[in-house]
T-cell receptor
């Protein structure tokens, strides 16, 4: 079974600082990888996804992620944090289950942004 | 607004009771997924339906069941409720499966079992 591991349940940055949220995957085949964000009292929404077209994937709100096969990583970055980026971030891998594909989510990383 | 509608938003019920959570997928989406989110277990996949048929099953308890109706809305039935079933239950939908398709989440149904 494929899985993702998010390093760090909480990441704290100052406004304007670089955001780096880590995600490592385990997969024996090329994975389909996703980053989702969950704002307080809301459902998850897609930030970006990797489907093998390009290793550097750009998403919404200035976020991007780079797929590195050699490191089995798909870390999420943003050059400059904004207060509105404070949320829970989930890395996910699409996993074969039954006759379908299902996103399997990591435990999440809470991003805290200080003024 | 993702286009996925879940009702009720909040529900408080007693142990041993049965509740039904309802989900309307985005217009045009054939797949519906149910997830349970709790502090100790994280986001756990329960079950997926595609065009009325069960397609994949995850960590869903035998006390829980789901179905997808011809109009594509779905219901998650939780019975013989226990305190540990208190969680946020999400419904999500996608056009087909989630291999590379985006899945869209509703805002969830908060279930509190007392």
């Amino acid at each position: 079974a494929q899985s993702v591991t998010q390093l760090g349940s909480h990441v704290s940055v100052s406004e304007g600082a670089l955001v780096l949220l880590r995600c490592n995957y385990s997969s024996s085949v090329p994975p389909y990888l996703f980053w989702y964000v969950q704002y307080p009292n809301q459902g998850l929404q897609l930030l970006l996804k990797y489907t093998s077209a390009a290793t550097l994937v750009k998403g919404i709100n200035g976020f991007e992620a780079e797929f590195k096969k050699s490191e089995t990583s798909f870390h999420l970055t943003k050059p400059s944090a904004h207060m509105s980026d404070a949320a829970e971030y989930f890395c996910a891998v699409s996993e074969r289950a039954g006759g379908s594909y299902i996103p399997t989510f990591g435990r999440g990383t809470s991003l805290i942004v200080h003024p | 607004d993702s286009g996925v509608t879940q009702t009720p938003k909040h529900l408080i019920t007693a142990t041993g009771q049965r509740v039904t959570l309802r989900c309307s997928p985005r217009s045009g989406d054939l797949s519906v997924y149910w997830y349970q989110q709790s502090l100790d277990q994280g986001l756990q996949f329960l079950i997926q339906y595609y065009n009325g048929e069960e397609r994949a099953k995850g960590n869903i308890l035998e006390r829980f069941s789901a179905q997808q109706f011809p109009d594509l809305h779905s219901e998650l039935n939780l019975s013989s409720l226990e305190l540990g079933d208190s969680a946020l239950y999400f419904c999500a939908s996608s056009v087909t499966d989630a291999r590379w398709n985006t899945i869209y989440f509703g805002e969830g149904s908060w279930l509190t079992v007392v």
